[in-house]
């Protein structure tokens, strides 16, 4: 009788283990498992973006498996197919094909489809107006801007100027101002024409 992680499945060749070897990095970079703030994954992400890594397929193939498999899922799985872009491998084999993925989950009022979408894999490919277009959107659902990948990297004058409109629309409105706009605006200061 085989024991504990022996028998089918077990590590070896095309196994989990294969599949481990391959995400753990990213997934370990994540916090997979470890309780914490709105960037870690829980255990049933990373389950899921291992599942997904397992998968022996590449490029084209690889791209309409997740298609398919983000188009017919449930909320969780389609997180876990956006968080799995950020597996170096799977981005690279993907280059942008998975890129309307990123798009569809943008359109959606889901904070978890956002965010996910919103990984090293979106901040690479989407342009810079859909960038700057995401990065208000997190500001209007409430995701924190720490949990944007590359948001330092692709800030520009024009970010800057959306997010001084906004904190000024917030102030005439007698609103607060998110505490991440302002620390955004401390970073990233907008050009003095947009904040007069």
């Known amino acids: ?5 022996q028998g089918r499945g077990a ?3 095309g196994g989990r283990g294969r599949a481990v070897r391959r995400g753990g990095p990213a997934l370990r970079a994540h916090g997979a498992g470890r309780p914490g703030g709105p960037g870690r994954w829980g255990t049933d992400d990373a ?3 291992l599942l997904l890594a397992a998968l022996p397929l590449r490029g084209a193939e690889l791209a309409a ?3 398919r498999l983000y188009r017919v899922a449930g909320a969780a799985e389609r997180r876990a197919v956006l968080r799995a872009l950020s597996l170096p491998e799977l981005s690279s084999a993907l280059a942008d094909t998975a890129l309307p993925l990123v798009e569809d989950a943008l359109r959606t009022n889901d904070p978890r ?3 996910a979408a919103l990984g090293p894999y979106g901040a690479a490919h989407l342009d ?3 960038f700057r277009q995401a990065v208000l959107k997190c500001v209007f659902v409430g995701i924190p801007l720490a949990g944007v990948s590359g948001l330092d990297e692709r800030a520009d004058g024009e970010l800057a100027r959306m997010m001084a409109d906004f904190a000024t629309e917030r102030r005439a409105a007698a609103r607060p101002v998110p505490p991440d706009v302002l620390a955004f605006l401390h970073s990233h200061p907008a050009p003095t024409e947009a904040t007069t």
Do not use: S
């Open 47 to 49: 389950a899921r973006v």
């Open 128 to 130: 810079a107006h859909a």
């Open 113 to 115: 489809l956002i965010r």
């Open 1 to 5: 009788m085989a024991g504990r992680g």
């Open 65 to 67: 498996a997740a298609t």
């Open 11 to 13: 590590r070896g060749p």
